[in-house]
């Protein structure tokens, strides 16, 4: 993995892409649910839209990266989902009927499905054994969400909605480019393909990470969904809106860059642990607000929230993957937590806000998390428990 981009470094080259890719995310995915509703449709038929994607990638996720480690063709299938997001977000921008999004939903998370996997699994591998510092790499993906997105709210207000779909494009289209040089893991397997799956989802370790990040992905999508519906509820405009955006990006930051320390210190189970807990706070916060921009502090406990349950699972998926299963492992993860999860927390979520307004509905989801958060702890002891002593008999 020599330098492939002229003067700039293997890892420099994965966090331009991180930078780019997440610009381009940050320019449409928290207004999808505000162009629906725009667009004419009822709170059902957005959280069906919503659902879809991570449902889809919970099932496609997993395919590509099996399909990668097998082939040894990850570099390919990187710029083959990143040209095929391209062609989805084109679509958006010309239908606006739930049936003719109904295809281009499922498309758009077919493709999206394998792009953060295949640069993780890379970026672990690069690292080797400074695995700690991964979240300083990922961290150029929250910069370039954060510098994209108090502008593109600002000249949606102005210039239209349609001008999303063209910056989403853009910032796209030079995230492929990144992508084509971009040294992405070539690693092979060390043992049969299913034998080696087997091995990993039969790992306890495995089975309590994917319990925690399914709780916070669907508390996470329930948020990323209907945050801004609420706000407009509340009177926000988009700019405000993209505001909100940024708060939550900065508060990333730290946690980001400081991840390294805190996996040493307290370990990923006790970081998912917190995440879950940091989530509880925001949800029962956010169910109290009568003012669009007390929104604003509760954006503050986003990075606890997202950040420590993406490193510490990114960083556990890679160290309970068995050698070769890099890919598949942590599209596992993300399956679960922004597949299952995700797909979870859009259904759901479109029911509730139905049934009982936005409110209420962050009210319960705290709660629920609450609940689950309470269980986890108590099932991590047990098994840490079992570990130090080892099997009956």
């Known amino acids: 993995m020599d330098k492939l981009i002229p003067g700039v470094q293997p890892l420099r080259a994965a966090r331009l892409f991180y930078f780019f890719y997440f610009g381009a995310l940050a320019s449409l995915v928290p207004f999808l649910t505000v162009y629906y509703e725009l667009v004419g449709l009822s709170g059902r038929q957005i959280g069906i839209l919503t659902g879809i994607p991570p449902l889809v990638a919970l099932v496609a996720g997993p395919i590509w990266g099996g399909v990668a480690d097998v082939t040894r063709r990850h570099r390919l299938m990187l710029a083959v989902a990143v040209a095929g997001v391209m062609g989805t977000v084109f679509a958006f921008s010309r239908i606006a009927s739930f049936l003719g999004l109904l295809p281009v939903v499922f498309a758009y998370a077919f493709f999206t499905a394998p792009i953060v996997p295949l640069v993780d699994n890379t970026v672990m591998e690069l690292?080797?054994?400074?695995?700690?510092?991964?979240?300083?790499?990922?961290?150029?993906?929250?910069?370039?969400?954060?510098?994209?997105?108090?502008?593109?709210?600002?000249a949606s207000d102005r210039l239209g909605f349609n001008w999303l779909f063209y910056a989403c494009l853009a910032l796209l289209f030079l995230a492929l480019l990144v992508a084509q040089t971009m040294p992405v893991s070539q690693g092979g397997l060390k043992e049969p393909f299913w034998y080696s799956l087997r091995r990993l989802l039969a790992n306890r370790a495995l089975v309590l990470l994917l319990g925690t990040v399914l709780m916070g992905g669907m508390g996470l999508s329930l948020i990323n969904n209907f945050l801004f519906l609420y706000m407009q509820r509340l009177g926000a405009d988009n700019s405000l809106m993209g505001v909100a955006?940024?708060?939550?990006?900065?508060?990333?930051?730290?946690?980001?860059?400081?991840?390294?320390?805190?996996?040493?210190?307290?370990?990923?189970?006790?970081?998912?642990?917190?995440?879950?807990?940091?989530?509880?706070?925001?949800?029962?916060?956010?169910?109290?607000?009568?003012?669009?921009?007390?929104?604003?502090?509760?954006?503050?406990?986003?990075?606890?929230?997202?950040?420590?349950?993406?490193?510490?699972?990114?960083?556990?998926?890679?160290?309970?993957?068995?050698?070769?299963?890099?890919?598949?492992?942590?599209?596992?993860?993300?399956?679960?937590?922004?597949?299952?999860?995700?797909?979870?927390?859009?259904?759901?979520?479109?029911?509730?806000?139905?049934?009982?307004?936005?409110?209420?509905?962050?009210?319960?989801?705290?709660?629920?998390?609450?609940?689950?958060?309470?269980?986890?702890?108590?099932?991590?002891?047990?098994?840490a428990r079992r570990a130090l002593t080892g099997p009956p008999g």
């Open 127 to 154: 690292l080797a054994n400074r695995r700690g510092d991964y979240g300083r790499q990922r961290l150029w993906g929250t910069i370039g969400w954060g510098v994209v997105a108090p502008f593109v709210g600002e």
């Open 245 to 383: 955006l940024t708060v939550g990006t900065v508060s990333e930051l730290p946690v980001m860059f400081y991840s390294g320390r805190l996996l040493q210190r307290w370990g990923a189970p006790r970081l998912l642990a917190i995440g879950l807990a940091a989530y509880v706070v925001r949800a029962l916060a956010l169910s109290w607000i009568q003012n669009p921009w007390l929104v604003l502090p509760t954006q503050l406990l986003h990075g606890p929230v997202f950040g420590l349950l993406w490193v510490a699972g990114v960083s556990y998926a890679s160290e309970i993957a068995p050698a070769g299963m890099g890919a598949t492992a942590q599209s596992v993860f993300g399956s679960v937590m922004f597949g299952l999860g995700g797909a979870g927390g859009g259904f759901f979520g479109g029911f509730l806000y139905d049934a009982v307004g936005p409110a209420l509905m962050f009210r319960l989801a705290g709660l629920v998390v609450l609940v689950a958060w309470f269980l986890l702890l108590l099932a991590g002891r047990i098994e």
